[in-house]
């Protein structure tokens, strides 16, 4: 059997693994992400591209390729990061197939992760046979996959599919994207946290200390604790996340006419009741003819989506 070294940069971790076209894991290794230069991201790449292949010599693996996928704006064709993300120090204009050619001979892939997500959901994953397909990675910010007619739509150099930026009010919160209202600053981890700060600023201080004595602290985590628990502000936030997720979902069903929508990540992961309410939503605001019959699952593949995902490029594109 091939394998490939696949390797999953986030805005938290890195995930590293050996990957097989089975999309089997074999070996697989967090890492905290690096947050001061983008010197040690590469030199942690280097240092691991290097272990994996001695660890391939030693065991006699099948190494053919090494498939990266990374958060931020990816020239895929090239191999280089261009602008990266708010969420990865330092993150920008990185010619990682170059940096990466001095370690290893095996061919090198690159591409956003939510497009590597899509590629493992669509081979392998709850995508399979499906050739009409929205990826949606609901984590720290939101990532957008869209598999059309069976391929993977990027664009002209790969920057297609910022489906979290896909805004919903122009009126609405700042995006660090430069626009207004993006689902991104409702419906992701942040956005939700900073939407409910937003609230507990405004409410006077003995409501607020029933919350939290630190606003400045808070996670989403909490805010879903505290809807759970009927706190109506925390409800109000989650209702509003839900609603913005509800009206993108809509452009993207009117846009691209999918069968099947897929979220993923940690977001979605924890709060699968999420996706029964946006697919009542949907199917209440869109045009009847589109959103009948679309389907919303929760990745199938779950955490290792990525890494598994970032591996299969190479099998992916000699299809
Ligand atoms: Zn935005």
Same mark, same amino acid.
Not at 20 to 28: A, E, F, S, T, W
């Given at each position: 059997?091939?394998?490939?070294?696949?390797?999953?940069?986030? =805005? +938290?971790? /890195?995930?590293? $693994? #050996? @990957?097989?076209?089975?999309?089997?894991? *074999?070996? !697989?290794?967090?890492?905290?992400?690096?947050?001061?230069?983008?010197?040690?991201?590469?030199?942690?790449?280097?240092?691991?591209?290097?272990?994996?292949?001695?660890?391939?010599?030693?065991?006699?693996?099948?190494?053919?390729?090494?498939?990266?996928?990374?958060?931020?704006?990816?020239?895929?064709?090239?191999?280089?990061?261009?602008?990266?993300?708010?969420?990865?120090?330092?993150?920008?204009?990185?010619?990682?197939?170059?940096?990466?050619?001095?370690?290893?001979?095996?061919?090198?892939?690159?591409?956003?992760?939510?497009?590597?997500?899509?590629?493992?959901?669509?081979?392998?994953?709850?995508?399979?046979?499906?050739?009409?397909?929205?990826?949606?990675?609901? =984590? +720290?910010? /939101?990532?957008? $996959? #869209? @598999?059309?007619?069976?391929?993977?739509? *990027?664009? !002209?150099?790969?920057?297609?599919?910022?489906?979290?930026?896909?805004?919903?009010?122009?009126?609405?919160?700042?995006?660090?994207?430069?626009?207004?209202?993006?689902?991104?600053?409702?419906?992701?981890?942040?956005?939700?946290?900073?939407?409910?700060?937003?609230?507990?600023?405004?409410?006077?201080?003995?409501?607020?200390?029933?919350?939290?004595?630190?606003?400045?602290?808070?996670?989403?985590?909490?805010?879903?604790?505290?809807?759970?628990?009927?706190?109506?502000?925390?409800?109000?936030?989650?209702?509003?996340?839900?609603?913005?997720?509800?009206?993108?979902?809509?452009?993207?069903?009117?846009?691209?006419?999918?069968?099947?929508?897929?979220?993923?990540?940690?977001?979605?992961?924890?709060?699968?009741?999420?996706?029964?309410?946006?697919?009542?939503?949907?199917?209440?605001?869109?045009?009847?003819?589109?959103?009948?019959?679309?389907?919303?699952?929760?990745?199938?593949?779950?955490?290792?989506?990525?890494?598994?995902?970032?591996?299969?490029?190479?099998?992916?594109?000699?299809?």
């Amino acid at each position: 059997m091939e394998y490939s070294i696949g390797i999953d940069i986030g =805005g +938290t971790k /890195i995930a590293t $693994g #050996i @990957v097989g076209q089975q999309g089997n894991v *074999r070996y !697989k290794r967090i890492h905290p992400t690096p947050n001061s230069t983008n010197r040690e991201i590469v030199d942690l790449l280097k240092q691991t591209v290097s272990e994996y292949m001695k660890l391939a010599t030693e065991e006699n693996i099948n190494l053919v390729s090494v498939g990266i996928g990374s958060a931020g704006q990816i020239d895929y064709k090239n191999g280089r990061i261009l602008s990266g993300t708010v969420n990865i120090k330092d993150w920008n204009n990185i010619d990682i197939r170059e940096s990466l050619s001095h370690t290893t001979n095996l061919p090198i892939y690159l591409d956003n992760d939510a497009n590597t997500f899509a590629i493992a959901e669509h081979q392998l994953g709850s995508g399979k046979g499906v050739d009409d397909l929205v990826c949606l990675t609901l =984590g +720290t910010g /939101i990532g957008g $996959g #869209i @598999v059309s007619d069976g391929n993977v739509i *990027r664009g !002209k150099w790969g920057g297609a599919a910022e489906l979290g930026h896909m805004s919903v009010n122009f009126n609405g919160p700042d995006c660090n994207c430069g626009s207004k209202g993006c689902i991104e600053t409702y419906a992701s981890g942040t956005g939700i946290a900073n939407r409910m700060r937003e609230k507990l600023n405004s409410i006077d201080a003995g409501k607020r200390i029933s919350y939290t004595e630190h606003p400045d602290m808070l996670t989403s985590k909490e805010v879903f604790e505290w809807n759970k628990t009927g706190l109506p502000e925390a409800k109000e936030v989650i209702d509003q996340a839900i609603t913005a997720l509800s009206f993108g979902i809509v452009n993207m069903i009117h846009t691209f006419n999918p069968s099947l929508i897929i979220f993923g990540g940690g977001l979605a992961e924890a709060n699968r009741w999420l996706i029964e309410e946006v697919q009542n939503k949907v199917n209440a605001i869109g045009m009847p003819s589109l959103v009948k019959g679309v389907e919303m699952k929760v990745s199938k593949l779950g955490y290792d989506t990525g890494l598994i995902g970032a591996a299969y490029q190479v099998w992916a594109t000699s299809k």
